[in-house]
Nanobody, 127 residues
Framework: VQLQAFGGGLVQAGGSLRLSCAAS????????MGWFRQAPGKEREFVAA????????YYADSVKGRFTISRDNGKIAVNLQMNSLNPEDTAVYYC?????????????????????WGQGTQVTVSS
């Protein structure tokens, strides 16, 4: 399985960016996809996730109301629309394929629920 992320870049505070991630290969045993981010000197943290069944989405409190995750037309792919960006959103963003069944926020926000990871895409928000 390979995940390819697109869409990072440099944006001013208050601006928007859209990240995309698509998976290829043996993705049959997946339950959804998520985004995590890692800023310099910090641990990787959960951003958002969506489950294939039912389309339920999950968000970290820090991005709720500003970010929207959505599945791309029934594909094993997701988009992350990021609005009202601020410098604290600066990080490398990683998409990941959810391969461990779970429907709680705790499960979907845990890195151990994801078996495959993309290469990361840099998002930089200037003040």
């Amino acid at each position: 399985v390979q995940l390819q992320a697109f869409g990072g870049g440099l944006v001013q505070a208050g601006g928007s960016l859209r990240l995309s991630c698509a998976a290829s290969g043996r993705t049959r045993n997946s339950y959804g996809m998520g985004w995590f981010r890692q800023a310099p000197g910090k641990e990787r943290e959960f951003v958002a996730a969506v489950r294939w069944t039912g389309g339920r989405s999950y968000y970290a409190d820090s991005v709720k109301g500003r970010f929207t995750i959505s599945r791309d037309n029934g594909k094993i792919a997701v988009n992350l629309q990021m609005n009202s960006l601020n410098p604290e959103d600066t990080a490398v963003y990683y998409c990941a394929l959810n391969t461990v069944y779970g429907s709680t926020y705790f499960a979907l926000s845990n890195t151990t629920s994801y078996g495959f990871w993309g290469q990361g895409t840099q998002v930089t928000v200037s003040s």
